[in-house]
């Protein structure tokens, strides 16, 4: 029996772009347009390429693990104590 927990949480921004090639777009213009073997423009390409791997990869996880994942019951609370009843004051006149 296969028992076991899963919890991916990845929570990076990344906001970057070449000092020399502040045009390029690796998302929009892929590999092919890096100029000049620029080593900055690569990195960013392979960081965009291992985000995409992450993606498709947790996707096919959850695809593959979905007929077997058991849904979680939401936690119960506890009992609330009914308030005790006030006693009514009369009105003064």
């Known amino acids: 029996m296969l028992k076991f927990n899963y919890k991916l949480t990845v929570k990076e921004r990344v906001k970057a772009k070449c000092a020399k090639h502040p045009l390029d777009n690796p998302e929009k213009h892929g590999r092919g347009k890096i100029i000049g073997g620029c ?55």
């Open 39 to 93: 080593s900055t423009c690569f990195t960013l390409y392979d960081l965009l390429e291992a985000r995409n791997k992450l993606d498709a990869a947790v996707r096919e996880f959850v695809r593959r693990a979905g007929p077997w994942a058991v849904a979680r019951e939401p936690r119960k609370k506890k009992p609330q104590p009914r308030p005790e009843p006030t006693a009514i004051q009369p009105q003064e006149v």
